[in-house]
């Protein structure tokens, strides 16, 4: 699989729901991947990544920075509370606000810095112990409460369990996006995205699939 396929699979995806042509922003997940792969997508001429972990971004995107205009870069991972800080300095969203604490924090911060990424809320809709997110019977309350804080949320998140039909899953966080007045849907990976872009989906989350496996050793 290339960039190329990938872009042309979401073009169709996109046609066959009855969407807008571009109307789905595919984010090209480089989380361990080495260099030399990220760069020949940026070569391409693809600007939006999507990093797990604040220190590997920090590592990376800085010299990519400098000889690559227009890259945007978005944290898809959990965010502890004493990395918000540089995360909100180096990322251009994070979709992965889920819970009140983070939520205070980066508010606190936004004030302080006088910016703030877009975020998106992920929302733990396959109610999963061992998963981050807000429950689906807690995302109103919790959208609300980051809206008195002057929190940019654009979206919701999500990231389906592996075992269940993940058309579900989508179908649920586009109700929970429409009731709260948010546009913004990150869902859908590699296996799954022409199913999220069916049902809304504004990013897509797409990494093996572009850069190969990654090796973890």
Known sequence: ?????????????????????????????????PNDRVEAVLQQGHRLFGENKVQEAAGKWPAFRESYQGVAVHLLGPLQTNKARQAMELFEAIHSLDRPKLATTLARLAQELGQCPDLFIQVNTGQEPQK??????????????????????????????????????????????????????????????????????????????????????
Not at 8 to 31: Q, W
Not at 188 to 213: L, P, Q
């Open 132 to 217: 981050a997110g807000i429950m689906p019977a807690d995302a109103d309350d919790f959208v609300a409460e980051c809206r008195v804080l002057d929190l940019p949320i654009v979206g919701l998140m999500s990231i389906p369990p592996v075992d269940e039909e993940a058309s579900l899953h989508f179908a649920l966080l586009a109700k929970i996006a429409e009731r709260n007045g948010l546009t913004g849907l990150s869902m859908g990976m590699s296996g799954d995205f022409e199913k999220a872009v069916a049902f809304g989906a504004t990013h897509v989350r797409v990494g093996s699939a572009i850069f190969g496996a990654r090796d973890y050793g």
């Open 1 to 33: 699989m290339s960039l190329i396929d990938i872009q042309n699979r979401i073009a169709k995806a996109e046609s066959d729901a009855a969407r807008p042509d571009g109307s789905t922003h595919l984010i090209a997940v480089s989380k361990v991947q």
